[in-house]
């Protein structure tokens, strides 16, 4: 089961920041605060969602290994898609990946389905340009699959970033400060997004953003508050690749080191996700080790320079519309 990485900011310095070995949070709504601080602690977080007046949706493996969900206050059409009539959620768990935006708006996808509401209309055509046929179960997307959208990040003032299966994609970034003028410029400047594993807009935060490529180097303006987990965990974020299912990016297995006699031989143990560290405390914390504190976080690719690992576009497609 993926572990995505993710990263989440909300209004009243609240945040989540989630990669496969790391995870952080800080000021979330009480029945979130509540699950993982819970005794027995859960594994994981698999998707976090946070809107406005206090909405939210958490996916999660409890201590028993069961894949669960929570959620409150989310867009009608968005509880619709996730039930469909039925008592209970009928959408992959493991998979599912939802990005909640202004005004009601959201995208919501897992392997086999999706689901939108209230796009800014430039994404909203991105997207059915894309689209052949669609029902309750099944989205059926161009190319076999490859032009299927496998992430979407909604921002600030009809802000997005949308990235294909493929390396396409779509974006509109209004916000007019340095980072995102920058950013763009970066985005311009790209054949594809083969090398880019998602960008990630905050709308309570406009010029906010995370620019991840697929090598696990990112490339961040955050406010202050969340500087000390930041700087503790983007220097562990995993290499990353994009897979055949309309999904985001999943981390690259680990590669056993070879050792070589006649040093004695160690089995390596593949990084772990320690069980519960994050959520037993309370305020600002990170499970990660001490590291020295980057003065600011701030960054930006450079201009026109393609990001590392930038594959050719297999698809032989227009790289965004």
Not at 184 to 207: D, Q
Not at 299 to 315: K, V
């Amino acid at each position: 089961m993926p572990i995505f990485v993710s990263f989440v900011m909300g209004v009243k310095e609240g945040y989540f920041f989630n990669s496969p070995t790391h995870w952080a949070w800080h000021n979330l709504p009480p029945d979130v605060e509540a699950l993982f601080t819970k005794q027995p602690p859960i594994q994981d977080v698999i998707e976090f969602a946070l809107g406005d007046q206090g909405t939210y949706f958490v996916s999660y493996r409890d201590h028993d290994g069961q894949v669960l969900c929570r959620h409150y206050n989310l867009p009608n059409p968005l509880t619709e898609y996730l039930y469909h009539g039925h008592p209970h959620v009928i959408r992959d768990l493991s998979t599912l990946s939802i990005s909640l935006g202004p005004y009601d708006s959201y995208y919501a996808h897992d392997k086999t389905s999706a689901s939108w509401s209230n796009l800014p209309p430039v994404l909203e055509k991105a997207v059915l340009n894309r689209l052949i046929s669609q029902d309750a179960l099944k989205t059926v997307w161009k190319a076999n699959g490859a032009e299927a959208p496998s992430f979407v990040s909604l921002g600030a003032d009809g802000s997005f970033f949308m990235k294909t299966v493929c390396g396409g994609g779509s974006w509109d970034l209004k916000d007019k400060s340095e980072g995102i003028v920058g950013t763009n410029k970066f985005l311009e400047g790209s054949p594809n997004f083969l090398g880019v594993a998602g960008m990630y807009l905050f709308p309570h935060h406009p010029n906010a953003y995370i620019l991840l490529l697929t090598s696990g180097k990112a490339f961040s303006n955050l406010p202050e508050h969340t500087w000390a987990d930041y700087n503790k965990m983007a220097p562990a974020l995993p290499q990353l690749t994009q897979s055949a299912l309309p999904i985001p990016c999943i981390p690259q297995p680990r590669q056993q080191p070879q050792l070589l006699p006649p040093q004695p031989q160690f089995q390596s143990q593949p990084q772990q996700r320690n069980s519960g560290c994050c959520p037993n405390h309370t305020g600002v914390h990170n499970c990660c080790p001490q590291q020295p504190i980057i003065v600011s976080p701030y960054g930006r690719p450079p201009p026109m320079m393609q990001p590392q690992y930038m594959a050719q576009n297999i698809w032989g497609y227009p790289p965004r519309t």
